[in-house]
């Protein structure tokens, strides 16, 4: 099941860095930390993903503690469609004998104010 | 390019029908998920193809379900019969390579 730990819900005013952070205490070596996010009545969509660096891509930022245990997601300028449930999610690099599913925890609901 | 399609968007039943449920994938993605979210509850994982073959159906419920991927290119997910406690969204999601999985707008299952 889900081994992360994420705040139930954020503010962020538009126009602001919103920073989700996730703990994931218990984090593997060979697991990879994923941030997907599902926007109101859409399928999930995935974000970023890292193992130990940092990764920047369009969408975000994934800061990932030098001890693994806990990371944030970074989007540097929220905006109101940036609204939605973020899921921090671990998993072993795949393949894996559990067939590569991803764990959805509940997430954080983040809510970009105007 | 195509994003995963499912169909239908909607779907109402009576309990004790039958309803298929439909996913096609990203053209190319050989890995196929079934996933779903029930009132209240967390996604779950339902099952994995590698295009035809079933990898891991450890997440399927019960034996009142049943998915296929003839020929590796769609899926179906029959539910036979429906009970109250199937309803919930159903999302698919494809894959090219396992790290990235690509989810459709899901399936909204109501047993009446």
């Known amino acids: 099941d889900a081994k992360t730990t994420q705040p139930p819900s954020m503010d962020c005013a538009e126009g602001r860095a919103a920073n989700l952070p996730c703990n994931h205490s218990?984090?593997?070596?060979?697991?990879?930390v994923y941030w997907y996010r599902q926007i109101h009545s859409q399928g999930p969509q995935y974000i970023i993903h890292?193992?130990?660096n940092n990764e920047t891509n369009e969408m975000a930022s994934l800061i990932i503690t030098e001890d693994r245990k806990s990371s944030t997601l970074i989007l540097p300028h929220a905006t109101l469609r940036d609204t939605a449930v973020y899921y921090c999610?671990?998993?072993?690099?795949?393949?894996?004998?559990?067939?590569?599913?991803?764990?959805f925890g509940t997430g954080t609901s983040l809510t970009v104010i105007p | 390019e195509a994003g995963v399609t499912q169909f239908p968007s909607h779907s109402v039943i009576e309990k004790g029908q039958t309803v298929t449920l439909r996913c096609d994938p990203i053209?190319?993605?050989?890995?196929l998920y079934w996933y779903r979210r029930v009132m209240g509850k967390e996604i779950k994982f339902l099952l994995h193809?590698?295009?035809?073959?079933?990898?891991?159906e450890s997440g399927m419920p019960n034996n009142r379900f049943l998915a296929e991927r003839t020929g590796g290119t769609y899926s179906t997910l029959k539910v036979q019969p429906a009970e109250l406690e199937d309803s919930g969204v159903y999302f698919c999601?494809?894959?090219?390579?396992?790290?990235?999985?690509?989810f459709g707008p899901g399936t909204r299952l109501t047993v009446l």
């Open positions: 890292g193992l130990k």
């Open positions: 999610i671990v998993r072993v690099a795949p393949p894996t004998l559990d067939g590569n599913q991803f764990y």
């Open positions: 218990t984090i593997s070596g060979n697991e990879y």
């Open positions: 053209s190319g993605h050989d890995n």
């Open positions: 999601a494809s894959s090219y390579r396992v790290n990235e999985q690509f």
């Open positions: 193809f590698v295009k035809e073959s079933k990898q891991d």
